[in-house]
């Protein structure tokens, strides 16, 4: 019987364990996709206790908590930071086999040294150990980033945003690229028109200029498209239920705008059109500039109406959506082209339904032009675990092409999350040295060994230019 989490965790052949030791283990980090707050990075934000690093704003710990019958009040309500921590150590042992408990016990070890099971046990040991050791040099958020190997951070930013904490991490040059993502969703949703039309009042304060029409609107979002990409950003970003891809007519969308901006409803035909019109044109600058274009779909959102209420969005209200992807999807990307304007894609499924799916719609849209230009993502939200991580790798390798996978990204808000790339290279070394050692590919360590490396590093460096 192997130990919990000893060195070859998740490796179950000596063949596995050269490929992760000898070639994945000690390759680079680029996180081309998260939520850390650029803020934090720019002061070199130094946490007072494990608490505020590990439980706040991560709505994965919360949903166990809650599911566990913890009261809101210890979670994110007004108890101490110790008794929060207290909750949680008393949540784990029942998260077993949920990927948290993996996690929660890896970012001990990696970070702290701690190999001991989180428990009320040890809860208080285990604090306080952790709260003297995040005040020393080597625990400030960036020294984290650089003991991790993390070459590159990709935040998730709002057109609204002035990129000055960019522009700081950029002028202090601490080793570590942190580049702005381009994430315009609340740009094209007429959801709600009232909500649309204070984000567009907004965008004329931070643009100078005066919104009147939608050739005014689209001109400011250019020039906040053209901002980013002057502040190093090299990719685009969407979080959307499904792609929009419906019909429409330039006339339509002129009207249906300035319906928006005269505060009068439109119908949910033209809601769809306006989603599907913006999104195109999104689309258009990002080939225009060479970026990458990155596509989250198929979460369905804030289904608790009463916590949504009470705590907002990205609160853990979140789950699987149950959309119909295809159509559409092939719809957006074939008219993109049609035209030779599809820009290098990322495809995410938070749906185990779509995996082939998805992994067969971008086999039909390279070109040749670009190893992997149309990419299926990797494991996103509730797939980012072991048994969703396998899935999704299968899917790829069966219709696609694994090796011209750009790896894996935490998708996080914590800066305790860089262990996932570790677990995310384990298991792709354990699968490849499954296949090696039922003869189902050759027992050729180096050439195995490199497309490892390219998976989890090389391939990323060439794909999104951010060295360039």
Request: charged residues 25%.
């Given at each position: 019987?192997?130990?919990?989490?000893?060195?070859?965790?998740?490796?179950?052949?000596?063949?596995?364990?050269?490929?992760?030791?000898?070639?994945?283990?000690?390759?680079?980090?680029?996180?081309?996709?998260?939520?850390?707050?650029?803020?934090?990075?720019?002061?070199?934000?130094?946490?007072?206790?494990?608490?505020?690093?590990?439980?706040?704003?991560?709505?994965?710990?919360?949903?166990?908590?809650?599911?566990?019958?913890?009261?809101?009040?210890?979670?994110?309500?007004?108890?101490?930071?110790?008794?929060?921590?207290?909750?949680?150590?008393?949540?784990?042992?029942?998260?077993?086999?949920?990927?948290?408990?993996?996690?929660?016990?890896?970012?001990?070890?990696?970070?702290?040294?701690?190999?001991?099971?989180?428990?009320?046990?040890?809860?208080?040991?285990?604090?306080?150990?952790?709260?003297?050791?995040?005040?020393?040099?080597?625990?400030?958020?960036?020294?984290?980033?650089?003991?991790?190997?993390?070459?590159?951070?990709?935040?998730?930013?709002?057109?609204?945003?002035?990129?000055?904490?960019?522009?700081?991490?950029?002028?202090?040059?601490?080793?570590?690229?942190?580049?702005?993502?381009?994430?315009?969703?609340?740009?094209?949703?007429?959801d709600n028109i009232e909500v649309l039309n204070a984000y567009i009042d907004k965008l004329e304060e931070v643009s100078g200029t005066t919104i009147n029409d939608l050739h005014s609107y689209l001109k400011a979002l250019k020039d906040r498209h053209d901002y980013f990409a002057a502040n190093g950003s090299k990719l685009s970003d969407h979080g959307l239920d499904h792609i929009y891809s419906v019909d429409y007519t330039n006339?339509?969308?002129?009207?249906?705008?300035?319906?928006?901006?005269?505060?009068?409803?439109?119908?949910?035909?033209?809601?769809?059109?306006?989603?599907?019109?913006?999104?195109?044109?999104?689309?258009?600058?990002?080939?225009?500039?060479?970026?990458?274009?990155?596509?989250?779909?198929?979460?369905?959102?804030?289904?608790?109406?009463?916590?949504?209420?009470?705590?907002?969005?990205?609160?853990?209200?979140?789950?699987?959506?149950?959309?119909?992807?295809?159509?559409?999807?092939?719809?957006?990307?074939?008219?993109?082209?049609?035209?030779?304007?599809?820009?290098?894609?990322?495809?995410?499924?938070?749906?185990?339904?779509?995996?082939?799916?998805?992994?067969?719609?971008?086999?039909?849209?390279?070109?040749?032009?670009?190893?992997?230009?149309?990419?299926?993502?990797?494991?996103?939200?509730?797939?980012?675990?072991?048994?969703?991580?396998?899935?999704?790798?299968?899917?790829?390798?069966?219709?696609?092409?694994?090796?011209?996978?750009?790896?894996?990204?935490?998708?996080?808000?914590?800066?305790?999350?860089?262990?996932?790339?570790?677990?995310?290279?384990?298991?792709?070394?354990?699968?490849?040295?499954?296949?090696?050692?039922?003869?189902?590919?050759?027992?050729?360590?180096?050439?195995?060994?490199?497309?490892?490396?390219?998976?989890?590093?090389?391939?990323?460096?060439?794909?999104?230019?951010?060295?360039?």
């Amino acid at each position: 019987m192997k130990n919990f989490l000893d060195d070859d965790f998740l490796l179950e052949s000596k063949t596995a364990q050269k490929l992760y030791h000898d070639y994945a283990k000690a390759m680079p980090i680029i996180d081309y996709h998260c939520h850390l707050p650029p803020d934090e990075i720019a002061e070199d934000k130094q946490f007072a206790n494990i608490t505020r690093v590990w439980l706040n704003g991560d709505h994965y710990k919360w949903r166990a908590m809650r599911a566990n019958g913890v009261n809101e009040d210890y979670i994110t309500g007004n108890k101490s930071d110790r008794e929060k921590f207290e909750k949680w150590a008393a949540t784990v042992p029942y998260t077993l086999r949920n990927p948290l408990y993996h996690w929660t016990h890896l970012e001990l070890q990696r970070y702290f040294g701690i190999k001991e099971i989180l428990s009320p046990a040890t809860a208080k040991r285990i604090y306080d150990e952790c709260a003297e050791k995040l005040q020393s040099p080597g625990f400030s958020v960036r020294s984290l980033l650089k003991r991790f190997k993390v070459e590159v951070v990709g935040t998730t930013d709002d057109p609204l945003d002035n990129l000055a904490h960019h522009q700081k991490i950029k002028q202090d040059d601490f080793g570590v690229k942190v580049l702005p993502s381009f994430r315009p969703d609340k740009a094209m949703n007429a959801d709600n028109i009232e909500v649309l039309n204070a984000y567009i009042d907004k965008l004329e304060e931070v643009s100078g200029t005066t919104i009147n029409d939608l050739h005014s609107y689209l001109k400011a979002l250019k020039d906040r498209h053209d901002y980013f990409a002057a502040n190093g950003s090299k990719l685009s970003d969407h979080g959307l239920d499904h792609i929009y891809s419906v019909d429409y007519t330039n006339g339509e969308i002129k009207t249906i705008f300035n319906k928006i901006r005269s505060n009068r409803a439109i119908s949910a035909e033209d809601n769809l059109k306006f989603k599907s019109a913006l999104l195109h044109q999104f689309a258009l600058w990002d080939h225009e500039k060479n970026w990458v274009q990155q596509y989250h779909l198929g979460a369905l959102r804030n289904n608790n109406t009463r916590g949504l209420a009470t705590l907002g969005p990205d609160t853990g209200w979140d789950s699987i959506g149950d959309f119909s992807h295809g159509k559409a999807l092939s719809r957006f990307l074939d008219r993109l082209d049609t035209d030779n304007k599809l820009a290098k894609t990322i495809i995410y499924n938070s749906n185990p339904v779509n995996n082939d799916l998805f992994a067969a719609m971008t086999g039909n849209f390279n070109d040749g032009s670009v190893a992997g230009k149309i990419q299926f993502g990797s494991s996103w939200w509730f797939m980012d675990q072991k048994g969703g991580m396998i899935d999704q790798l299968n899917s790829l390798s069966n219709i696609g092409l694994l090796s011209r996978l750009v790896g894996m990204l935490t998708d996080s808000r914590s800066f305790m999350s860089f262990p996932r790339h570790e677990y995310f290279r384990r298991i792709l070394c354990n699968l490849l040295a499954t296949d090696i050692e039922n003869g189902e590919l050759p027992n050729d360590i180096e050439w195995t060994g490199k497309i490892v490396q390219d998976i989890c590093y090389n391939n990323a460096r060439e794909y999104f230019g951010f060295y360039e």
